[in-house]
């Protein structure tokens, strides 16, 4: 479970070092996302004054950690870079695959028999690389991090959007796509576009019903849910100093929500208090010795709208409760107006469960606060209308919380307590109380509530509040109750009101657990037998792609000119399919299935040249792969925007695709497609688009003479003969090109280690 305390060190000792030379060169005090960003240089010489929203740069994260559902691509990946163990400190976390139904006894000894073969699969390829590797049931990956491996002025990466969670702890965290994590693990630096940065100054102090969650709901209000894409939001004032580290991270946590690359704060008392509490004195003394390094210059936080691309200012003693939803993060509506926009907008009032935790709400101190609350309706003899789950975030958590009495006095109440694991939060939920698409409401202290996300139902109304707040509105059973307003009956047929919440920030007696559901792996653990089955439906070992053949490819059939948006949802969806993420030949059958071919605007449905035929876009390309016959796919702007998930990208390479033709990419997925061996190319003239007809060839004519900044020339051959000549873009660099020639980054990384 051991954290790193020699490169804590090491980091600290560059941290000064660096970050003062970084200052020379910027000519100016910097922010703490600055700090950490210029100490974590891959290549330190490269230290000049980055543009921010412009520059690429390379860096060097201390950690990495992966949860079960993207882990298994990444591992299967790993596994072909030919390392011996893995080159920065890693962790896997299983959590995402353990359904919520019955409660956490029997709902683990269900995902253990369900995805016993995935889990083990993890827990072999773990110990196998050095990986430390934490069981089902253990807890959600981010309050693991942050419990154990996360430090002031860190940089980790984590296959998972809230691995921003560790920002609470002072991290620059960022979560990433599994062929990101890969390249780090096998030591490759990892590259970002230097982030804008957002200054948010908070004032005041929490008090009454407001917590830690409400200023999170507040910024997602102002800022939308994408006003923080391309930046690093960083929090700092009094009333920064004044919330608990725990606090820090559920607004870090949630900083996904707004498109944020990733959230931080400055470190301060309350994270030496949390380091201390979670046994990490040697941690806390460490970064008592660079204390000014690991937070922004005086002078920063003085005059923040000299130094942040924008300011917001939260006064904390003014900020009122909020929920935000339904459908979105972003539609924040404080408590006392709920009863007048809930009418307004039909949102149905009863609400049918409270659920409280995951990663972003489940620390001790806001299990205390939403157990102080249901403890007076139990001394009040107040029923709870809704029903109520818990989900805490660690076995930690759990077991210190059982010890103090606060998972009883939720039992008191009939809550079911599930497994620390992520649960209703990404759609795990048997939900036994509705099943079909009725309109009903749920509130939550999860991060997300996007259509479907907790039940599969679109008619889920999801809002998301503080622990407290979920813990009030469960008990009331009433969208528009407001604790600070209204009474409830109690079952004395009398009228009370409930009192504010009381925290503990930290337990007194200090955490406990017996088992944490870590297990170290080996020292050499070169005689690890990794067993995938040949017959698995969830997991396949991948075959290295073919290297190029370094010719010019021509007889290209068109598989798909897909129409409009195409994100990486419409190429590889998720849902259901989470369960193929082990297994590319499985998954790939969802391959482009989303896209809207544009010759009859239907999905899934495209014409086969072979046979003439229209049938889904997986089979006429398995059938074209048969043959031997190489296809092309056309697409509008912004392919491939969304999710990082290199899956995207893996598909249509392995079935057979060898060129994405397009008017512009999201870059993730650009990069994606270069590291998978693909050629992803752009169209020169974006009217060109419109000449590619459904039954069009494509000869890539002078593909021999591939080179950076050099355009390639496609001749069309259409259906009659006749033919256009085209120009395509492309943005490979030499040693991507490499990339290409070799089949994929990941068969040069291999060769390199040969
Ligand atoms: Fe993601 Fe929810 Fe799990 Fe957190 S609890 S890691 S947001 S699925």
């Not at 059982?402 to 209703?424: K, S």
Request: one cysteine or more.
């Amino acid at each position: 479970m051991a954290y790193d305390i020699d490169m804590i060190k090491k980091v600290y000792s560059q941290i000064t070092e660096r970050v003062d030379k970084a200052r020379e060169v910027v000519g100016k005090p910097l922010t703490l996302s600055e700090k950490i960003l210029y100490a974590h240089l891959w290549d330190a010489a490269s230290n000049k004054a980055f543009k921010r929203g412009e520059d690429y740069v390379n860096f060097l994260p201390d950690r990495i950690a992966c949860q079960d559902a993207t882990a298994q691509m990444a591992l299967l990946q790993f596994m072909q870079a030919g390392k011996k163990k893995v080159e920065v400190p890693t962790t896997v976390h299983c959590d995402h695959l353990i359904q919520a139904k019955q409660g956490a006894v029997k709902d683990l000894k269900r995902a253990n028999e369900t995805s016993n073969e995935v889990f083990d699969f993890l827990g072999s390829v773990s110990n196998k690389y050095g990986i430390g590797f934490w069981k089902p049931g253990a807890g959600i990956i981010h309050q693991v991090v942050l419990e154990n491996y996360a430090f002031p002025g860190g940089m980790m990466i984590g296959t998972d959007s809230h691995t921003v969670n560790a920002g609470g702890l002072g991290m620059v965290a960022v979560g990433v796509g599994g062929a990101d994590a890969v390249d780090v693990m096998a030591g490759m630096p990892w590259e970002l576009k230097f982030p804008k940065l957002i200054g948010v100054k908070l004032t005041g102090e929490l008090n009454g019903w407001t917590a830690s969650k409400d200023v999170i709901l507040k910024v997602a209000g102002i800022l939308t849910v994408k006003g923080g894409t391309g930046a690093i939001v960083e929090y700092f004032g009094e009333g920064a100093k004044n919330l608990s580290c725990t606090g820090k991270g559920t607004i870090c946590n949630m900083g996904a929500e707004v498109g944020a690359t990733t959230s931080t704060f400055g470190y301060d008392d309350s994270m030496e208090r949390f380091l201390r509490a979670t046994n990490r004195d040697d941690v806390a003394d460490a970064a008592n010795g660079v204390r000014e390094y690991l937070t922004g210059d005086d002078e920063v936080y003085a005059n923040p709208e000299q130094y942040f691309d924008e300011v917001i200012e939260i006064n904390l003693s003014e900020l009122k409760p909020h929920l935000n939803g339904p459908f979105t993060p972003d539609l924040a509506t404080p408590i006392s107006e709920m009863n007048v926009k809930a009418k307004e907008n039909d949102w149905p009032i009863n609400v049918d469960w409270g659920l409280i935790g995951s990663c972003t709400n489940s620390s001790y101190e806001d299990l205390t606060r939403a157990a102080s609350i249901a403890k007076q309706a139990v001394d009040k003899k107040i029923k709870p209308k809704s029903d109520l789950g818990i989900n805490p975030g660690s076995e930690q958590i759990r077991f210190t919380a059982e010890r103090d009495g606060l998972l009883q006095i939720f039992e008191d109440l009939d809550a079911t307590i599930f497994t620390n694991a992520c649960g209703p939060c990404i759609g795990q939920w048997d939900r036994s109380d509705r099943k079909g698409e009725e309109k009903n409401t749920i509130v939550h202290s999860f991060n997300r509530n996007f259509s479907k996300r907790a039940d599969g139902n679109p008619n889920t109304h999801a809002f998301v509040g503080s622990p407290e707040m979920v813990a009030a509105i469960a008990i009331s059973g009433r969208l528009d109750f407001d604790p600070t307003r209204d009474k409830l009956m109690n079952e004395d047929g009398e009228e009370v009101m409930l009192e504010e919440p009381q925290g503990i920030e930290l337990p007194t007696r200090g955490f406990e657990v017996e088992d944490a559901g870590y297990v170290e792996p080996r020292k050499d653990g070169s005689g690890v037998v990794i067993n995938v089955a040949e017959d698995s439906e969830r997991l396949q070992l991948l075959t290295p792609f073919k290297p190029w053949d370094g010719k010019n490819l021509m007889g290209a059939k068109l598989l798909i000119k897909a129409d409009g948006k195409c994100t990486t949802d419409h190429i590889s969806m998720a849902g259901p399919w989470l369960r193929y993420r082990g297994h590319l030949d499985n998954i790939s059958n969802n391959c482009l299935i989303g896209a809207i071919n544009s010759f009859n605007m239907k999905a899934n449905f495209v014409k086969s040249q072979i046979t003439g035929d229209y049938a889904g876009v997986p089979d006429t390309q398995r059938e074209y792969k048969a043959k031997g016959i190489p296809t092309v796919v056309v697409g509008d702007h912004n392919y491939g925007e969304g999710s990082s998930r290199e899956h995207a990208a893996m598909e249509p390479r392995h079935l057979g695709v060898y060129v994405v033709l397009v008017k512009s990419f999201a870059r993730i997925h650009e990069t994606n497609l270069k590291k998978q061996g693909m050629l992803g190319v752009t169209f020169d003239k974006e009217s060109d688009y419109d000449l590619i007809k459904e039954d069009d060839t494509f000869n890539f004519i002078d593909l021999e003479d591939f080179a950076p900044g050099k355009p390639i020339t496609i001749e069309v051959v259409h259906a009659d003969g006749s033919k256009d000549m085209i120009k395509a873009n492309h943005t490979y660099n030499e040693n991507q090109i490499e990339w290409y020639k070799e089949g994929s980054a990941l068969n040069l990384i291999k060769k390199a280690n040969a």
